[in-house]
Each structure stands twice: as structure tokens, then as C-alpha cells.
């Protein structure tokens, strides 16, 4: 299958971090606000990255163009701005995922690689994603691609098939062979954050899928992916994705 090119449009304070984004044999484009040729009609785009940096609104605009041109193409935005308003217009106007920076490359690089999985692969395989893998376990293909070393690989599998369950920080870093501290070290210097706060993201990333099914309250999927306190299972959602997670579901129908 010919592989087209993923696409970056970045306000010109964000285009820097972008360049050191490496996705294994794919072709990293990026591109200026001001460059609008990328989003013309018969212009091929696997997947649109929109960062609007500071300016949410004029971001939110070049989105609904994009959207008006290139319909079914996936587009992850992100944004400096912390507003729900701002968030809930992203969905609204056809954003695939909505990040509120500051984002990591390797979350971000997950991202990007489920989406190319799940627009390339066969119905077969869609399926099998969605369904028939165990809730909370994530192919530890994507790990490998972000570099991460055996221990740490170890320690993330553990997190991941664990997902629903009480997860201490003493337990991952006996899966990494390693001392409390120099666990937490290591972890952060490679994925740049906690192994807590890498925990809170995969938990509230599993939410964000399950929300997507319809019947589903929100008290259920907070049990499901590990939270027993549905107060800060609310508090975490917003704090990552801008919205509740009732406005989340909401904001697909």
C-alpha cells in the first residue's frame, strides 16, 4: 500500500518540536500556518497534525477549512489554550484526538500509530483492535519504537494488562529490576513523565475509547479502567483532554 505523507501544520513557536518527530518508515511533513497548499483539494494526507499553539481560535478556523477539504482525514489537534469551550469546538469541528499541551513525542507518536494502524488495516484487523484485545493492553510494538529499554518495557507491559487494577510504583520498578528511585528517574527521562502520571494518561486514553460506545455511563468506564473514585477519575479526564468526560461523550453524538 502506498504510503502518503503525515501531515504537520504548527503556529511557528510550536514547527521546532515537530521536527524531532519520528514516526519509523513514515514521511513527516510540516508546514507553516501560512503554507495552505497542504490542505487544497486532491492534496494526499494520511494524518493531520494541528498544533494552533497559542492562538486556539485561529487554529479551531483553519480546522474547519481543513475538515471542508479533507473530511476523512484524522486530524489530532493540540492547543496552549486550557478552556472545555476550546476543546468541545476541536470535536465538534471533526478533531479525531484533542490534546492541551504540553504533550510528550512518545504519547504523541502512540497517537499516530493507532490512527495509521486503524486506516490501513482490514476491517479484520479493525476489529481486533477494538474488540478482541484485553482492556488496557497496548502492543508492545509502539513501545519499542519509542526506544524504550528492556526494563522499562518490562515495567510499562506489567502497567498496561493491569490497567483496571491497583497499581503501586514499588511493583513497576520490581518489574524494571530496578530501586524506587532510580525507576522513576530513568522513566521520566525517557517517556518525560512520572510512571504515575504515564499511568493516569493510558487510564484516561482507555476511557476516551470506551466513551466512544454507546450505553456506557461514565461511572462504569471509570471502574473499568482502574479509578474506584469517580470524583478524581472526572478531575484527571479534564486535566488531560480539556473536557469532562460527559461533555466528551456528549460532543460525538
Do not use: W
Not at 469541528?93 to 494502524?117: D, H, M
Amino acid at each position: 500500500m502506498k504510503k502518503e505523507p503525515i501531515v504537520v501544520i504548527a503556529a511557528d513557536e510550536c514547527r521546532a518540536f515537530y521536527e524531532t518527530l519520528i514516526i519509523a518508515g513514515e514521511q513527516v511533513q510540516v508546514h507553516a500556518f501560512e503554507e495552505t497548499d497542504v490542505i487544497s483539494k486532491g492534496y494526499c494526507v494520511e494524518i493531520l497534525i494541528l498544533d494552533s499553539g497559542a492562538a486556539a481560535e485561529k487554529g479551531l478556523k483553519l480546522l474547519r477549512r481543513i475538515k471542508q477539504y479533507c473530511s476523512s482525514v484524522p486530524v489530532i489537534f493540540l492547543t496552549d489554550a486550557s478552556s472545555e469551550a476550546v476543546a468541545i469546538a476541536a470535536f465538534k469541528a471533526g478533531a479525531r484526538e484533542y490534546f492541551k499541551k504540553p504533550v510528550s513525542v512518545p504519547e504523541l507518536q502512540e497517537t499516530i500509530i493507532k490512527l495509521l494502524r486503524l486506516r490501513r488495516g482490514t476491517a479484520e484487523i479493525r476489529s481486533s483492535l477494538q474488540v478482541q484485545q484485553p482492556e488496557g493492553v497496548v502492543d508492545t510494538d509502539l513501545a519499542l519504537q519509542t526506544g524504550l529499554p528492556e526494563q522499562l518495557l518490562r515495567a510499562v507491559h506489567y502497567l498496561n494488562v493491569n490497567l483496571a487494577a491497583e497499581i503501586y510504583l514499588e511493583k513497576l520498578a520490581r518489574e524494571a529490576g530496578m530501586s524506587k528511585y532510580h525507576f522513576c528517574r530513568v522513566f521520566k527521562g525517557y517517556l518525560g513523565m512520572s510512571p504515575m502520571q504515564f499511568l493516569a494518561t493510558r487510564r484516561i486514553e482507555r476511557a476516551k475509547l470506551l466513551l466512544v460506545k454507546p450505553g456506557i455511563t461514565v461511572t462504569s468506564v471509570a471502574l473499568r479502567v482502574g479509578f474506584n473514585d469517580i470524583s478524581d477519575f472526572i478531575r484527571q479526564f479534564k486535566k488531560l483532554t480539556g473536557v469532562t468526560p460527559t461533555t466528551f461523550k456528549e460532543s460525538l453524538l
